[in-house]
C-alpha cells in the first residue's frame, strides 16, 4: 500500500513538470529523472570539475599567457561547451579545456602559435564530425571494447582521485606506492569516499554532493580551508581573446601537432562519451548510442571556439561521471553546469574552497561505479577479453585515455586476425588500427 500512496504522489507531482518548458526542452520524464536531480547533478559535476578554473589558468600563465585572461578563458569556454552540449545534445556532460593538450614550454613553441595548432585542429575535428566519419567510427567500434573503454576512464579517473588526494603517490622504487594516511588530506579523501559508498547504498538523495560539502566544512573546521571572500570582478579577456597565430601553423614542424591535438581530441572524447553513455542509459537496445552525432558536434564546435577565446580543445570531462552518478540524465544537468561556470566568473574566491580532496572522494568512488561494465564482456572468448583488458589497465598506466584505446584497438584487429575470425573485423576498424599504429609510428 506504502508503494502504491508513493507512486500516486509522484504522479500527482509530475504533470507540471511534464508541460513545463524545461519538460519540453529536455523531456525529463522519458529519461525518469526531474529538475531537482537534474540540478544536483550539474551542481555536482561542477564541483568536481570546478578544478579547471584554477589549474588551467596556472598552466597557461607559466607559459606566459596572462593569467586573469586565461582564467576567464577558460570560464567562458567551458560555459558555452557545457551549454551546447545539454541544449543541442541534451547529454549530462559537461566540458571544459584539456589540460593533456599543451605544447607550449615542451616543444619550443610560443603560445599564439599552439592556440593556432588549437584551432586548425578543432576545424580538422569539426569536418570530420560533420561529414558523420567520425560517428561511422565510433558506432563501429565492438561492443567489449566500448565497456571497456567506459572502464578503463574510470580506472583513469580513479587515479586521478587516489593521486590529487595523496593516497597514491610517486615512489622512484615502484614507480607507485601508499601515502601517508595520517596525513589529514588523504584521510578526509578517504572519508569522503566511504561516505558517499554508505550515502548511497542507503539511497540518499544528492549523497555525493551532501558528502563534498561535509568534508569540506571539516576542512574548514581544522583550518585547511580558508574563507577568501565571496565575489570578485572578472579580469578582462582581451589579452587571450583571437590572439592565435594560424598563419605560423603552417609549416611542416607543426603538422605533428596539430594531428597529436586531433587524435588525443578524438579518442579521449570517445572513451569519454561511451562512459557517459553507458553510465547514464543513453545506449538503445540495439546498441546505438543516443544523439551521439549531436554530441560529438557539440563537443567539436566547442573546442573551435575555446581557440578563439584562448584556451586548449574543449573536451568532455570524465568528471560529468559524477553527476550521473547523482542522478543526472539529461542536458538540463550540463546546462547546470555551464550557468555555474559563468557564475564562477564573480564567485571565483567561493568556488575556490572547495579543496581537492574533498572532490578526490567523489571521483574515487565514481570509479568503482564504472568499472561494472566490465561484467558485460564475453569472458570466455579471448579474442573479445582479452583487447578489452588491454583497453582497461593502460589507460591509468600510461595515464593516457587516448592510448589505452589505441593499444586496445591494435589488439583486438590483431587477435581477430590472428585467430582466423577476419569476418568480426569491420572496415573502420582496420583503418583506425592503422591510424594508430600511425600515431605510435609517427607521433
Not at 168 to 192: F, H, M, N, Q, Y
Not at 314 to 322: G, H, I, K, L, R
Not at 380 to 409: K, N, Q, R, Y
Request: proline share 4%; with cysteine.
Amino acid at each position: 500500500m506504502e508503494s502504491r500512496k508513493s507512486e500516486a504522489s509522484t504522479l500527482e507531482l509530475s504533470p507540471p513538470l511534464r508541460t513545463g518548458l524545461l519538460e519540453r526542452i529536455f523531456k525529463l520524464s522519458l529519461h525518469g529523472t526531474t529538475v531537482k536531480t537534474e540540478l544536483i547533478a550539474g551542481l555536482t559535476t561542477f564541483i568536481t570539475m570546478a578544478y579547471i578554473i584554477f589549474v588551467n589558468p596556472n598552466i597557461m600563465a607559466d607559459a606566459g599567457i596572462d593569467h586573469g585572461a586565461a582564467f576567464v578563458a577558460t570560464c567562458i569556454a567551458a560555459a558555452l561547451g557545457c551549454l551546447l552540449m545539454g541544449l543541442y545534445a541534451n547529454w549530462p556532460v559537461g566540458l571544459a579545456p584539456g589540460m593533456g593538450h599543451t605544447v607550449v614550454g615542451t616543444m619550443g613553441y610560443n603560445w599564439e602559435t599552439a592556440l593556432g595548432a588549437v584551432f586548425v585542429s578543432g576545424v580538422l575535428f569539426m569536418i570530420l564530425t560533420f561529414s558523420r566519419i567520425r560517428e561511422w567510427l565510433l558506432n563501429s567500434i565492438p561492443v567489449s571494447l566500448r565497456y571497456a573503454m567506459g572502464a578503463g576512464v574510470g580506472l583513469f579517473l580513479g587515479l586521478i582521485g587516489l593521486k590529487t588526494a595523496g593516497i597514491v603517490v610517486d615512489s622512484p622504487a615502484t614507480l607507485i606506492k601508499l601515502g601517508s594516511l595520517r596525513e589529514p588530506g588523504p584521510l578526509l579523501a578517504a572519508i569522503c569516499f566511504l561516505m558517499i559508498a554508505i550515502l548511497s547504498y542507503h539511497k540518499v538523495f544528492g549523497a555525493i554532493l551532501i558528502s563534498i560539502i561535509t568534508v569540506t566544512l571539516a576542512g574548514w573546521g581544522i583550518g585547511l580551508v580558508h574563507y577568501e571572500g565571496i565575489m570578485s570582478a572578472p579580469p578582462s579577456l582581451a589579452p587571450t581573446f583571437m590572439a592565435m597565430n594560424v598563419a605560423g601553423v603552417f609549416n611542416v614542424s607543426m603538422i605533428s601537432v596539430v594531428l597529436a591535438f586531433l587524435f588525443v581530441h578524438m579518442f579521449d572524447t570517445a572513451g569519454t562519451l561511451m562512459g557517459v553513455a553507458q553510465r547514464a542509459n543513453l545506449v538503445n537496445a540495439d546498441g546505438r548510442i543516443e544523439n551521439l552525432s549531436r554530441a560529438m558536434k557539440a563537443d567539436s564546435a566547442s573546442s573551435v571556439f575555446g581557440a578563439v577565446v584562448g584556451v586548449p580543445p574543449v573536451t568532455s570531462y570524465v568528471e560529468s561521471a559524477a553527476g550521473v552518478a547523482a542522478g543526472g540524465r539529461t542536458g538540463l544537468t550540463a546546462v547546470t553546469v555551464g550557468v555555474l561556470f559563468i557564475a564562477a566568473m564573480f564567485f571565483a574566491p567561493l568556488a575556490g574552497m572547495i579543496p581537492a580532496y574533498a572532490t578526490a572522494g567523489a571521483l574515487i568512488y565514481v570509479a568503482m561505479l564504472m568499472m561494472g561494465g566490465m561484467a558485460h564482456i564475453e569472458w570466455d572468448e579471448a579474442t573479445d577479453s582479452i583487447p578489452a583488458i588491454v583497453t582497461a589497465i593502460m589507460m591509468p598506466l600510461t595515464f593516457s585515455v587516448a592510448d589505452g584505446i589505441a593499444l586496445g584497438f591494435i589488439t583486438y584487429v590483431a587477435l581477430k586476425a590472428g585467430t582466423g575470425k577476419y569476418k568480426e573485423i569491420s572496415v573502420s576498424l582496420w583503418v583506425l588500427c592503422a591510424i594508430f599504429i600511425a600515431k605510435f609510428i609517427f607521433l
